[in-house]
């Protein structure tokens, strides 16, 4: 079995492994998405003793849904069992505490160009860069398990860039057998939008600001969304087939329901209306 097949199941949030590092970690401000904030460091007001949410199940009607689309793909759980050998913040030093708050959010970036390596190497068309691929994979996986030390001194948005050139090049394979002309929209300001049934097939839509526009039943097809804001976007009858370097929370984020059809890695988010095939 290739080394990159393994890595998607490591890149999953295990709440169960983690000692709720996103709920103490990183800050949050009151807004439409929490309805309290908080600074970084401090626990949220409904984690538990048990390092468990005490309004999972209600967190939208609570005013929480900004946790409800938020996934740290594996980096909590590395940074609780494996950076940390499994120390509870809780009952360690403040100092150890301050450490993996530290850690969590840069193991966090790091996991996330995992999740679009291990994306990459999933594409035929980009086999003429797999090996460096693999490469930075290696790379990438060998910084996310440095000791605290290393990690508050890494330079993450150097590496970023460097693995950024890999994922470029990809998507410029990967979106060359698409025929016809491909739309680039990268960085555009499409907030609102109207693109119903928009043809953006191949499209490059990299960092596009998609948030709360109309994609109902569009063809996203082979389209590039590494991002991508998807917030709010209407993404109903849409069709995402083979869509790349799209993330669950970017999903989790957006509306759409039983016709929307989504890439192979992707799953159906619980909250999308589901809605009867006449």
Same mark, same amino acid.
């Given at each position: 079995m290739p080394e990159h097949i393994s890595e998607r199941d490591r890149l999953r949030g295990d709440c169960a492994r983690c000692f709720g590092l996103c709920c103490v970690a990183?800050?949050?401000a009151a807004s439409a998405d929490f309805a309290v904030g908080k600074p970084a460091g401090k626990p949220c007001a409904n984690l538990g003793g048990d390092h468990r949410c005490g309004i999972h199940a209600e967190l939208r009607q609570k005013g929480f849904s900004g946790c409800t689309v938020y996934d740290c793909l +594996? %980096? +909590?759980?590395?940074v609780s069992q494996v950076t940390f050998g499994g120390r509870d913040w809780r009952r360690g030093s403040g100092e150890d505490a301050r450490r993996m708050f530290e850690a969590f959010p840069v193991v966090r970036q790091l996991h996330e160009l995992l999740w679009y390596l291990t994306q990459a190497l999933e594409l035929a068309a980009a086999r003429p860069v797999h090996a460096e691929l693999r490469a930075a994979l290696r790379k990438t996986e060998e910084l996310s398990l440095g000791t605290p030390e290393e990690l508050a001194a890494l330079d993450v948005a150097a590496h970023r860039q460097e693995v950024n050139v890999l994922?470029?090049? !990809?998507?410029?394979l990967a979106r060359a057998g698409v025929p016809g002309?491909?739309?680039d929209r990268r960085g555009a300001d499409l907030m609102g939008a109207r693109l119903r049934g928009a043809d953006l097939r191949g499209a490059s839509l990299r960092g596009a600001?998609?948030? %709360?526009a109309d994609l109902t039943g569009a063809d996203l097809r082979d389209a590039d969304l590494i991002g991508a804001d998807l917030r709010d976007a209407d993404l109903r009858d849409a069709d995402? !087939? +083979?869509a790349f370097f799209l993330t669950q929370p970017q999903l989790d984020a957006a509306r759409g329901n039983a016709r929307t059809r989504l890439p192979a890695s992707a799953t159906r988010p619980v909250h999308w209306t589901a809605v009867a095939v006449l």
């Open positions: 990183l800050p949050f +594996g %980096a +909590g759980q590395k994922l470029l090049r !990809t998507s410029e002309k491909k739309k600001y998609l948030i %709360a995402l !087939t +083979g």
